[in-house]
């Protein structure tokens, strides 16, 4: 019991040093956060319009294979529309 009481005696003088060092931290730690903030956001908007233009590239593709699996067996439609769109 002692040593935790002294360990937490410690922890507790050192606040105001750690106090001074987190608020020198903060301004970068948030600076950082905001370049990858935009950086996330703009990878984001490009990742979406490759999907886009890549499903807009095999569209014709698409329709041909749901044709194609259409007219197949029924019982392998589900099974097979796994294998089409993911």
Same mark, same amino acid.
């Given at each position: 019991? =002692?040593? &935790?009481?002294?360990?937490?005696?410690?922890?507790?003088?050192? $606040?105001?040093? /750690?106090?001074?060092?987190?608020? !020198?931290?903060?301004?970068?730690?948030?600076?950082?956060?905001?370049?990858?903030?935009?950086?996330?956001?703009? =990878?984001? &908007?490009?990742?979406?319009?490759?999907?886009?233009?890549?499903? $807009?590239?095999? /569209?014709?593709?698409?329709?041909? !294979?749901?044709?194609?699996?259409?007219?197949?067996?029924?019982?392998?439609?589900?099974?097979?529309?796994?294998?089409?769109?993911?």
């Amino acid at each position: 019991m =002692e040593r &935790t009481a002294s360990m937490w005696a410690r922890s507790e003088q050192s $606040r105001p040093q /750690r106090f001074t060092s987190d608020l !020198e931290y903060v301004p970068a730690w948030l600076q950082r956060q905001g370049n990858q903030l935009q950086r996330n956001g703009l =990878e984001a &908007t490009r990742l979406g319009e490759r999907d886009v233009d890549r499903f $807009r590239d095999r /569209r014709q593709l698409y329709l041909d !294979e749901t044709a194609r699996i259409l007219r197949g067996k029924p019982e392998q439609i589900e099974r097979e529309a796994v294998t089409l769109f993911y």
